[in-house]
Antibody, heavy 121, light 107 residues
Framework: EVQLVESGGGLVQPGRSLRLSCTAS????????MSWVRQAPGKGLEWVGF??????????EYAASVKGRFTISRDDSKSIAYLQMNSLKTEDTAVYYCTRVMRGRYYFDYWGQGTLVTVSS | EIVMTQSPATLSVSPGERATLSCRAS??????LAWYQQKPGQAPRLLIYGASTRATGIPARFSGSGSGTEFTLTISSLQSEDFAVYYCQQYNNWPVTFGGGTKVEIK
């Protein structure tokens, strides 16, 4: 059974940093691209970023709203994807979901339960 | 960036009735469109990909159609567990983008 478990959320002040983790199980993690999608309170879904598998260079893509502030990385030996968030803004407050990206396509076939990040002074 | 527009924002339907949800893209996305269902307090769940292919374990009462810029998700006979918010997502172009969602509520 595919499982994605996010951790690392919490309350952080504007301008500070936070790192989220996504621990995967039930599939060969290294074979898949992974992505982060967020949802502000009471709002819709917003794609944050994406990391390809090592077979495709392990390269990343980011939404314009987070580019230059957020970094996605992966540790295939531990089956973990990370989202490093720097220079956080109040508008980054959201539930952050880790997702598995379907091979060859950029839709999300499995989602974690999400972790809440609150940016507030 | 491709803008995805969903309508209506809220759909009131009685159990057992048919629900038809629309999603429009600001430019062609071919058939590279997915639909997700999200219930309160839960993560989204993939329903449909490739505009019309049901994901694993999705009941046959869910069907998707369309291509290019106009797409439809149909729920043939609403069950109590189908009352939720539904999102479409295009993955034809970067960045991938979601629609604003349609809430299906009990009439």
């Amino acid at each position: 059974e595919v499982q994605l478990v996010e951790s690392g959320g919490g309350l952080v002040q504007p301008g500070r940093s936070l790192r989220l983790s996504c621990t995967a199980s039930g599939f060969t993690f290294g074979d898949y691209a992974m992505s982060w999608v967020r949802q502000a309170p009471g709002k819709g879904l917003e794609w944050v970023g994406f990391i390809r598998s090592k077979a495709y260079g392990g390269t990343t893509e980011y939404a314009a709203s987070v580019k230059g502030r957020f970094t996605i990385s992966r540790d295939d030996s531990k089956s973990i994807a990370y989202l490093q968030m720097n220079s956080l803004k109040t508008e980054d407050t959201a539930v952050y979901y880790c997702t598995r990206v379907m091979r060859g396509r950029y839709y999300f076939d499995y989602w974690g339960q999400g972790t809440l990040v609150t940016v507030s002074s | 960036e491709i803008v995805m527009t969903q309508s209506p924002a809220t759909l009131s339907v009685s159990p057992g009735e048919r629900a038809t949800l629309s999603c429009r893209a600001s430019q062609s996305v071919s058939s590279n469109l997915a639909w997700y269902q999200q219930k309160p307090g839960q993560a989204p769940r993939l329903l449909i990909y490739g505009a019309s292919t049901r994901a694993t374990g999705i009941p046959a009462r869910f069907s998707g159609s369309g291509s290019g810029t106009e797409f439809t998700l149909t729920i043939s006979s609403l069950q109590s567990e189908d009352f939720a918010v539904y999102y479409c997502q295009q993955y034809n172009n970067w960045p991938v983008t979601f629609g604003g969602g349609t809430k299906v509520e009990i009439k």
